[in-house]
C-alpha cells in the first residue's frame, strides 16, 4: 500500500481556478469511486471537502470539485481566494477496509 | 453533528505503548464508522486503523504488527494502541469517523504523541 501521489505545491492568484492531482493505481483510485479530499489549513485538524469522488459536504463551497480519470483524481478550486490557502490532501479506498492518503499539496494564493 | 476528544500521555519511551482515547459526544458510538490517523510534524496523513459500527477493526499493513484499536461502546469512547515505539512514530494522532467508512467527516483536534527517553 503506496502513499498517493499528489503534486507539492500548487499556486494560483485569485479569481483564478487551480488543479490538484492525485495519482494512485488500479487497486485503489482506479478501482473505486471512493477518493475524499480533505483541507487543513496550519495548526487545524483536516476538515472534509470532497467524498465519494465528486460529492460535497453540506455548507463546503461549490468552488470546489472532483473528478476522475483512470487512475488519476482531481480537486478543482474555481474563484480562488486567500482563505483557500492551505494544504490539501486526497484519499483513497484501497479495498479490504484499507485507506490510503496521499501525500498532500499546499496550495499558495499569490 | 458529532465531536470527537482525544486524550492520552503526550511524551511515551522508546519501545513501549502509546495508548490514546477517543470519546465521541453528540452521537452513538455503534451507529458510526472511525478510523485513527496520524501526521508526524512538518508531514502528510497517514491512515492507521478502522473501527466498524458493528466492531469489527482492521489496520494498515504497515502498522498492522504493532496496532489495536478497541471500542468501549459504555463511555462512547474507541481507543488506539500502538507499540514498539520509535521516534519516526512522533506524530499528531487524530481520531475521524462519520456516517460512511469512506470519508472522515468529523475530527478531534488531535494530540500530539511523542517518542522520546
Known amino acids: 500500500q503506496s502513499a498517493l501521489t499528489q503534486p507539492a505545491s500548487v499556486s494560483g492568484s485569485p479569481g483564478q481556478s487551480i488543479t490538484i492531482s492525485c495519482t494512485g493505481t488500479?487497486?485503489?483510485?482506479?478501482?473505486?469511486?471512493?477518493v475524499s479530499w480533505y483541507q487543513q489549513h496550519p495548526g487545524k485538524a483536516p476538515k472534509l471537502i470532497i467524498y465519494?469522488?465528486?460529492k460535497r459536504p453540506s455548507g463546503v463551497s461549490n468552488r470546489f470539485s472532483g473528478s476522475k480519470s483512470g487512475n488519476t483524481a482531481s480537486l478543482t478550486i474555481s474563484g480562488l481566494q486567500a482563505e483557500d490557502e492551505a494544504d490539501y490532501y486526497c484519499?483513497?479506498?484501497?479495498?479490504?477496509?484499507?485507506?490510503?492518503f496521499g501525500g498532500g499539496t499546499k496550495l499558495t494564493v499569490l | 453533528q458529532v465531536q470527537l476528544q482525544e486524550s492520552g500521555p503526550g511524551l511515551v519511551k522508546p519501545s513501549e505503548t502509546l495508548s490514546l482515547t477517543c470519546t465521541v459526544s453528540g452521537g452513538s458510538i455503534s451507529t458510526y464508522h472511525w478510523s485513527w490517523i496520524r501526521q508526524p510534524p512538518g508531514k502528510g496523513l497517514e491512515w492507521i486503523g478502522y473501527l466498524s459500527s458493528s466492531g469489527s477493526t482492521n489496520y494498515n499493513p504497515s502498522l498492522k504488527s504493532r496496532v489495536t484499536i478497541s471500542v468501549d461502546p459504555s463511555k462512547n469512547q474507541f481507543s488506539l494502541r500502538l507499540g514498539s515505539l520509535t521516534a519516526a512514530d512522533t506524530a499528531i494522532y487524530y481520531c475521524?469517523?462519520?456516517?460512511?467508512?469512506?470519508?472522515?467527516?468529523?475530527w478531534g483536534q488531535g494530540t500530539l504523541g511523542t517518542v522520546s527517553s
Open positions: 488500479s487497486s485503489d483510485v482506479g478501482r473505486y469511486h471512493l
Open positions: 484519499c483513497s479506498y484501497a479495498g479490504s477496509s484499507t485507506w490510503v
Open positions: 465519494e469522488g465528486n
Open positions: 475521524a469517523g462519520g456516517d460512511s467508512p469512506h470519508s472522515f467527516d468529523n
